[in-house]
């Protein structure tokens, strides 16, 4: 059973291109989380997805960021015209309930805008 | 949400057993504590919850006292592989992983 997948590992833009983000839960997991983490912090949370809603996204910017978790296909994070400061690492998490808190995470995506 | 409070870094030797005290004084009837370790350029990897007493698995151990404004998870024997960032999370157990937050965590050291 393939735990979470993200893609791609590493990310390079530059400032005001687009950053596609994906990932895809572990199988029967229909919850998604999106976290960010900067150097030397923890993870702070964006975005809560069920499959084809958005539950919670209190933690993403209200400009530029978006998210979605189509019925088909894996969990989408959009950065669109990307800055320095949305250089961090993100991570995504699925789990196959809402609660629990027992999340399994993905090794991440390294985004670097120069 | 409670806050937590737990010592910035720790340094260890192999085969010793460490414990990381993490406080929560405003903990709330209804909160879980969960720890997770992250390795660099990995996610987070839960390790063990508990509510009460004591919880153990085949990694570690999970000390909660009675009054539960602290806990402590226990790593017996670390090994170098141990090295890595503990984090310490307090939250409503039906809550998702939008209610949870992520301090800045333990950074575990274990030398030969």
């Known amino acids: 059973n393939a735990g979470v997948m993200q893609n791609p590992r590493h990310l390079v833009r530059r400032r005001g291109q687009e950053a596609r983000l994906r990932c895809s839960p572990m199988k029967g997991h229909s919850h998604v989380y999106w976290y960010r983490q900067l150097p030397e912090e923890g993870l702070k949370f964006m975005v809560y997805l069920q499959k084809e809603n958005i539950i919670d996204e209190s933690g993403m910017p209200k400009e530029r960021f978006s998210a979605e978790f189509p019925k088909e296909g894996p969990s989408i994070l959009r950065i669109q015209q990307v800055v320095r400061g949305d250089s961090a690492a993100y991570f995504c998490?699925?789990?196959?309930?809402?609660?629990?808190?027992?999340?399994?995470f993905g090794s991440g995506t390294q985004l670097s805008v120069l | 949400l409670a806050k937590t409070t737990q010592p910035i870094s720790m340094d260890s030797y192999e085969g010793q057993e460490v414990n990381i005290t993490c406080s929560h004084n405003n903990i709330a009837t209804n909160d879980y504590i969960t720890w997770y370790q992250q390795f660099p350029s990995q996610g987070p990897r839960f390790i063990i919850q508990?509510?009460?007493t004591k919880v153990t698995n085949e990694v570690a151990s999970l000390f909660i006292p009675a009054d539960r404004k602290s806990s402590t998870l226990s790593l017996p024997r670390v090994s170098l592989s141990d090295t890595a960032v503990y984090y310490c999370l307090v939250g409503d157990q039906a809550g998702g992983g939008n209610k949870l937050t992520f301090g800045t965590g333990t950074q575990l050291k274990v030398e030969l």
């Open positions: 998490a699925s789990s196959p309930r809402a609660g629990g808190e027992k999340l399994f």
């Open positions: 508990g509510y009460k």
